[in-house]
């Protein structure tokens, strides 16, 4: 079984970095498709990024182009999420999530029913 494990959110000023982490234990993950949502309140469940299997295609949402960055270490089986010049409109809970049922696809998935294993989140805030 799968389990997947954020940590790295917490409280910081607008302007501010911080970069998420997410521990896969259970299987491998090195030839699937990760990705990173945040549900902010009020808010549905949103795409932030993604990655496929090798690193070697990232996709991002606008709302944090240039300002994120996705990677992964398949060694360590972790997928990062670095934000940094954060805003108060990213204050939400970070989700990381696998795409199982594809492997070694060149594109990562953006859509959120195409990822089939979730995290339990990390709360980020951004204060103004």
């Known amino acids: 079984q799968v389990q997947l494990v954020e940590s790295g959110g917490g409280l910081v000023q607008a302007g501010g970095s911080l970069r998420l982490s997410c521990a896969a234990s259970?299987?491998?993950?090195?030839?699937?498709?990760m990705g990173w949502f945040r549900q902010g309140p009020g808010k549905e469940r949103a795409f932030v990024a993604a990655i496929n299997w090798s690193g070697g295609s990232t996709h991002y949402a606008d709302s944090v182009k240039g300002r994120f960055t996705i990677s992964r270490d398949n060694a360590k089986n972790t997928v990062y999420l670095q934000m940094n010049i954060l805003k108060p409109e990213d204050t939400a809970v970070y989700y990381c999530?696998?795409?199982?049922?594809?492997?070694?696809?060149?594109?990562?998935?953006?859509?959120?029913?195409?990822?089939?294993?979730w995290g339990q989140g990390t709360q980020v805030t951004v204060s103004s």
């Open positions: 259970g299987r491998t993950l090195s030839a699937y498709a």
């Open positions: 999530a696998a795409d199982l049922s594809d492997s070694y696809a060149d594109y990562p998935p953006i859509r959120l029913k195409e990822y089939d294993r």
